[in-house]
């Protein structure tokens, strides 16, 4: 192999880990099962705070030599850890089963559960548990991973679509639909795992479910695009990692917003550093980018910089009205939640 082709595979290959899974042994392959615990009062932490810490990774019942397992600083095996955690939880728990990858790689981040995701989740729980406003609605997760934003909607949703691109990924998506079903109380029939690749224009296409084909389940219907277009709710956490991704993101957006219902799309990022040579300077590489897709403004009464692309204006939530209701993460200072809406011309 040349040189050049070399290096491309194994930055094709390089592994990335989420800060969400730092509890969880990096060494063995394989699924692991984490818990995430909320309760109808968010967490009673000054500014937000730091939740408690998942104490390790449950090996996935469908993995091999499936155990569990927790290590310490030093890689070490530490025993008995979670039945302590088991002990602390409250009576009034909840408990959000989540399948997913412990590292993998950037063309696979969508096996992991991203910090993005579980602000949104709070998001999401905290209208739940103080408003009426998600209740009875259509929604749709875009880039759901997981599926993590998507489980908490469903508990209160007339009918949510949990969208992503590839078979791996939407298998462990409606895997974890049928791990919480039960748990949270919600109909599987009303959530919808369903391929959106975003280099294909909106509509998807239609497809019809093959027995000999497992992907098969994730095609559209022409029923279902129908009703996606009459979703009045969006969400979208952590898609914005790459310039070329984020480009066919807001395109499918777009197109999505522009058609049926009037919807709002609620976005949560983390803004990454890195050392620019270009710059010479520490920068979040792609917000910038990001931030060029939108006008920064309060609804659609009219735009405070014309120079930016028409259509879609936003609004930057403040965290501190976002309570945090999942223990199992540190929100960080780098992470932010947008309001979008389309507005036509």
């Known amino acids: 192999m040349e040189a050049g082709g070399a290096l491309e595979a194994e930055q094709e290959e390089e592994q990335v880990m989420s800060e969400v899974h730092l509890g969880c042994p990096p ?3 394989g ?11 968010p967490l009673d932490l000054p500014g937000g705070g730091r939740g408690e810490h998942s104490d390790g990774c449950e090996r996935a019942s469908g993995s091999p030599d499936a155990i569990a397992v927790a290590v310490d600083d030093d890689g070490d095996l530490v025993l008995h850890r979670r039945r302590r955690n088991r002990e602390r939880r409250r009576s009034e728990d909840h408990v959000l089963a989540v399948q997913h990858g412990v590292t993998s790689s950037l063309q696979s981040v969508g096996l992991q559960v991203w910090k ?8 999401v729980l905290h209208k739940s548990f103080t408003t009426s406003e998600f209740d009875g609605v259509t929604a749709m997760e875009i880039g759901a991973g997981t599926g993590l934003v998507g489980l908490a909607q469903a508990r209160v949703a007339r009918r949510i679509f949990v969208t992503d691109r590839g078979t791996d990924i939407l298998d462990n998506c409606l895997a974890n639909v049928r791990l919480n079903s039960s748990m949270l109380k919600f109909d599987e029939a009303k959530v919808l795992v369903r391929e959106l690749d975003w280099k294909m224009s909106w509509p998807p296409p239609v ?7 497992p992907s098969s389940i994730y095609f559209w219907s022409a029923s279902e695009i129908k009703e996606a277009e009459q979703a009045t709710l969006l ?3 952590d898609v914005i990692y790459s310039d070329d991704l984020t480009n066919l993101f807001f395109d499918t957006v777009r197109q999505l917003m522009s058609r049926g219902a009037k919807k709002v799309l609620y976005l949560t990022l983390e803004k990454r550093y890195n050392f620019s040579l270009d ?6 590489n792609g917000y910038k980018h990001f931030r ?3 006008a920064v403004q309060d609804g659609c009464g009219g735009q405070d910089n014309a120079t930016l692309k028409p259509g879609l204006v936003g609004e930057q939530i403040d965290l501190a009205m976002v309570p945090q209701y999942i223990r199992e993460y540190d929100r960080g200072k780098d992470l932010e939640m947008w309001k979008l809406m389309y507005c036509p011309n």
């Open 27 to 29: 060494r063995f392959p």
């Open 31 to 41: 699924l692991y099962l984490s818990r995430f615990t909320f309760s109808s009062r």
């Open 116 to 123: 993005a995701a579980t602000l949104l989740t709070d998001f």
């Open 207 to 213: 497809g019809t479910h093959d027995a000999s084909d």
């Open 235 to 237: 969400f979208a956490a």
């Open 279 to 284: 710059e010479l300077d520490v920068v979040a």
């Open 292 to 294: 060029s897709f939108f």
